[in-house]
């Protein structure tokens, strides 16, 4: 895939970089374009005269014919995008997304504010977070999808979450990245939250870049134990009779999806556990038959 062409040439070195502007004067090189935005590094001295193709004041998108690849100082974790068009749905901003490559699925993005983006413009996605070019104010600038945000804000955490956030404050205060006194007041906030959104809130941090305590791993071996239980009673016996062997299988089952999802309230939580292991006896069943058969053949 090509990628987008450098527009300028630092008045400095002679690197072709990437240059934008905006109508305030305001400037700024990079080394490429795209998380974490790297800044070439001979920016000092912005009045001085750029080069740049055809006068632009931002990369160009189209001109693959004389792109060169991505360098390594993208974080190639962010899919990049153009934007198609922007429409306002129940009074907030929705943003349509196309491939960069014209090829492919887009995706589509709704913002609490009207962004400054048109349409054509280069963005980066990755996971809920959208990064892109604030030409206001001259540099990069990270947004979350808000509908998504918020159905994250909603999910209940546990003592667990709590514990593993005030570890890693620990750790910030251990390496001088946090005073004391602020981390006894982030504790208080943190120990008060109920849903993600006020732990995030009591963070001061976008919800999109919380991390909560990752799944045990017991419950991961539990997960892979009940479907192996449940592939091994279809391959040892045959209808009902496989289907009594395979319970155990299915409670171990339901038990770790449960334990997996502490997010969610207990009645949608044991639904999903059971839905799941009911959903599972399909694929366990034709692996089992499938075990069954070969060892018939043989």
């Known amino acids: 895939m090509g990628w987008i062409a450098p527009n300028a040439r630092c008045p400095l070195c002679g690197a072709?970089?990437?240059?934008?502007?905006?109508?305030?004067?305001?400037?700024?090189?990079?080394?490429?374009?795209?998380?974490?935005?790297?800044?070439?590094?001979c920016t000092d001295h912005p009045a001085r005269h750029v080069t740049t193709v055809g006068g632009r004041q931002a990369p160009s998108l189209r001109d693959f014919s004389i792109a060169q690849r991505p360098s390594e100082l993208?974080?190639?974790?962010?899919?990049?995008?153009?934007?198609?068009?922007?429409?306002?749905?129940?009074?907030?901003?929705?943003?349509?997304?196309?491939?960069?490559?014209?090829?492919?699925?887009?995706?589509?993005?709704?913002?609490?504010?009207?962004?400054?983006?048109r349409a054509g413009d280069l963005v980066f996605v990755r996971a809920?977070?959208?990064?892109?070019f604030n030409r206001d104010a001259c540099e990069p600038a990270v947004v979350e999808d808000a509908r998504r945000a918020a159905a994250i804000a909603q999910r209940l955490i546990t003592e667990r979450d709590k514990e593993h956030v005030l570890a890693m404050l620990a750790a910030q205060v251990s390496a001088s990245q946090m005073a004391p006194d602020e981390m006894a007041d982030?504790?208080?906030?943190?120990?008060?939250?109920?849903?993600?959104?006020?732990?995030?809130?009591?963070?001061?941090?976008?919800?999109?870049?919380?991390?909560?305590?990752?799944?045990?791993?017991?419950?991961?071996?539990?997960?892979?134990?009940?479907?192996?239980?449940?592939?091994?009673?279809?391959?040892?016996?045959?209808?009902?009779?496989?289907?009594?062997?395979?319970?155990?299988?299915l409670l171990l089952m339901?038990?770790?999806?449960?334990?997996?999802?502490?997010?969610?309230?207990?009645?949608?939580?044991?639904?999903?556990a059971v839905f799941t292991a009911l959903v599972a006896i399909c694929p366990a069943g034709v692996l089992g038959g499938a075990i069954q058969v070969e060892i018939l053949h043989r």
């Open 254 to 272: 339901a038990t770790a999806v449960y334990r997996l999802n502490p997010h969610l309230e207990r009645g949608p939580r044991a639904l999903l």
């Open 186 to 249: 982030v504790t208080v906030a943190v120990q008060a939250a109920r849903t993600r959104g006020e732990l995030a809130d009591a963070l001061k941090i976008r919800v999109t870049d919380l991390k909560v305590a990752p799944p045990r791993t017991g419950d991961l071996w539990l997960l892979a134990i009940a479907f192996v239980l449940m592939v091994g009673a279809t391959s040892a016996a045959e209808g009902g009779r496989s289907f009594l062997m395979m319970l155990p299988g």
């Open 128 to 132: 809920q977070q959208m990064s892109y």
């Open 16 to 41: 072709s970089v990437y240059f934008y502007a905006n109508e305030h004067g305001s400037r700024v090189f990079f080394d490429d374009v795209g998380p974490p935005w790297p800044k070439h590094p």
């Open 74 to 117: 993208r974080d190639r974790r962010w899919k990049p995008y153009v934007v198609k068009d922007i429409t306002i749905e129940d009074g907030q901003p929705r943003i349509t997304l196309q491939p960069l490559s014209g090829a492919g699925r887009g995706t589509s993005w709704t913002v609490s504010e009207l962004l400054p983006l």
